[in-house]
């Protein structure tokens, strides 16, 4: 069985990757902490070389790790910006990996090219509207009590589980 | 649950623990993606109750360079309101290899569009059938997706191989009383002059015999016409364990489930009436019949015909009941051979049934498989000799044998062994 193999797919994944490691590299360059930068420019390289790899649970690894990377950059006093623009690059890069298997073993057809424009379309829509409301509550200071903050996080925690047990009955 | 949510989920809530933790509210905004990816998807979800999906399976069989090609095209149309995502799954039947298209669909439906699922595979033959499609429905993202089986039958029957042997005269010992083409050394209706006899009332007058009837006065002579009729044959496939042997992917059961279906399509388009049976560890029966109907039943039957391959031993060839064909008729065995199988050829003729062995060769078959050594050579001569003396006991009881190698044709062997004349061979 042939893999079909999409150009457009593969610069975009490309483009994705190389701008994830990009942010995380300068957030953790501007802290001056430059083992983070080697393992975020690593963990580009890792995922590079397995974009095509036959199991998926690679990209989910990938995804877990950048976002960890992202966290312990934020952790370690770097600028948070570049460190939550790596967090949404690392979600489009993962989803676009998963699109890549996903499609594989599709024929290119109008069909298939319908399907991959709607997902396209959906993703840079999820990725742009959630670094817009992150950085938005970058720039607007919320002087939040702890507690709010960790009872508006225990509030997400059960509305996290709502939705799973939803998805759960959905089946 | 996709295994993107389960990583999302995971994903969010470990920020947000980490968050808390460390007390650090940015580390919480680096979920907000995920939460947007999230939300995304379940926005974009279609409505599982107004979710209206059809299915159509289309067959078509082709044959190319003895390769038997079945192409399947699914079409998926979505007869609900709203657009939907959709991922079509295709599973292959057992012992089938794709030669062309793809098992798997994604596309992107609007209201009242389709899309279509189209692939080829070869296969031996068989029965296949399909009841369902499995599709998976639902956002773009892959969050919320649901399962579903759409109805989309469809069934095909995949025959042996049939190789045209030409009509040749046949000359079997005894022939049914049913218009056909053996004469039948009997008097009657035909186009060969047979004799002469008196006249009886109700003799068509244009078969009176003047020149006789002019020797002899006051008596009238008609000429008689050698009547023909049509042959009884039975077929006995032997579909037992220790019969198959495979090299590659040629298989020796499979030339000779194609020899039998080649044979009862000459003797069927001959005329004839041709009973199947197919011996093993389950006995499949197609009794006597004539016509399409009966070659139909006999594909159906040869199309399904096994080597069963769980362990368990075959039925010994005694068992073979042979009172399944009328007394008198021929019989043709394509078996190739085993140790105990004399008694069933000496059953046989004690019936009375005239009986032609067809033994596709195992030692010519299995050549590619030999090492050229001296000890293999050796093993080789010595099978041989087995099997020459094995097939010379069966010769002996009067049962014409071929030998048959089963990269030589067939119909040579056949024509040659079954157009003697009536005191010979068979």
Not at chain 2, 179 to 188: D, E, F, H, K, T
Request: aromatic share 8%; hydrophobic share 45%.
């Amino acid at each position: 069985m042939n893999k079909q193999s999409c150009p457009f797919r593969e610069t975009l994944f490309d483009a994705s990757l190389s701008l994830l490691v990009l942010s995380l590299c300068a957030a953790y360059i501007m802290a001056g902490r430059w083992p983070g930068a080697l393992c975020a420019a690593s963990l580009g390289g890792l995922w590079f070389l397995t974009r095509n790899h036959d199991q998926r649970w690679y990209s989910h690894i990938y995804l877990l790790l950048s976002l960890a990377l992202a966290a312990a950059a934020i952790m370690t006093h770097a600028q948070p910006v570049p460190a939550i623009l790596a967090a949404g690059l690392s979600l489009v890069t993962w989803d676009l990996n998963l699109l890549m298997y996903d499609l594989r073993s599709s024929l290119p057809k109008e069909s298939t090219k319908r399907y991959e424009q709607r997902h396209l379309q959906s993703v840079a829509m999820a990725s742009i509207v959630g670094l817009l409301i992150a950085l938005m509550g970058r720039l607007v200071p919320l002087n939040l009590p702890f507690i709010v903050l960790v009872v508006l996080i225990l509030l997400s925690l059960f509305a996290l589980d709502k939705f799973w047990r939803i998805l759960n009955r959905s089946r | 649950m996709t295994d993107r949510v389960r990583v999302l989920c995971l994903a969010v809530l470990g920020l947000l623990v980490t968050a808390m933790i460390t007390r650090s509210g940015d580390v919480a905004w680096l979920s907000l993606p995920l939460l947007a990816y999230l939300g995304i998807g379940l926005w974009q979800s279609p409505d599982r109750q107004k979710l209206r999906l059809n299915a159509a399976r289309t067959l078509e069989q082709t044959r190319l360079d003895g390769r038997v090609l079945v192409n399947t095209t699914v079409t998926i149309e979505n007869s609900s309101p709203e657009p939907v995502s959709v991922c079509v799954t295709e599973m292959l039947p057992e012992n089938a290899a794709q030669m062309d298209g793809s098992l798997t669909e994604w596309a992107y439906l609007q209201p009242s569009t389709s899309a279509v699922l189209n692939y080829t595979f070869t296969t031996t033959r068989g029965d296949f059938a399909w009841e369902k499609i499995h599709v998976t429905a639902g956002d773009p993202l892959g969050i919320i997706s649901n399962t579903i089986s759409l109805p989309a039958r469809g069934d095909i029957q995949v025959r042996p191989s049939i190789h045209k042997f030409k009509a040749f005269p046949l000359r079997p010992r005894s022939t049914l009383h049913s218009p056909g083409s053996i004469p039948a050394r009997l008097g009657g209706s035909g186009t060969d002059f047979y004799g002469v006899r008196e006249y009886h009332a109700g003799d068509p007058l244009r078969w009176l015999d003047w020149h006789q009837t002019a020797r002899h006065p006051y008596k009238f002579f008609t000429r008689e016409f050698e009547q023909e009729e049509i042959a009884e044959i039975g077929l006995i496939l032997d579909a037992r364990q220790s019969m198959e042997l495979r090299v590659g992917d040629e298989s020796l059961f499979e030339h000779g489930v194609n020899a039998a279906a080649s044979l009862a399509e000459m003797f069927i388009h001959q005329g004839h009436r041709v009973s199947l049976m197919v011996f093993g560890k389950r006995t499949s029966i197609a009794f006597p019949g004539y016509g399409k109907t009966q070659l139909h039943r006999i594909m159906n039957c040869l199309s399904r015909a096994r080597v069963e391959t769980d362990g368990q031993s075959s039925p010994h060839i005694d068992f073979l009941p042979i009172r399944m064909f009328p007394g008198r008729s021929m019989i043709i065995v394509i078996s190739p051979l085993a140790s105990g199988d004399l008694s069933l050829y000496q059953r046989l003729r004690a019936s009375g049934y005239q009986t032609l062995l067809i033994s596709p060769n195992p030692i010519e078959f299995s050549r590619p498989l030999q090492p050229d050594d001296l000890y293999t050579r050796q093993a080789v001569r010595t099978v041989r000799i087995e099997r020459l003396l094995r097939l010379n006991s069966i010769a002996g009881l009067q049962v014409k044998v071929i030998d048959w190698n089963v990269n030589q044709p067939l119909f040579p062997l056949v024509r040659n062994a079954l157009t003697r004349s009536r005191g010979q061979g068979v």
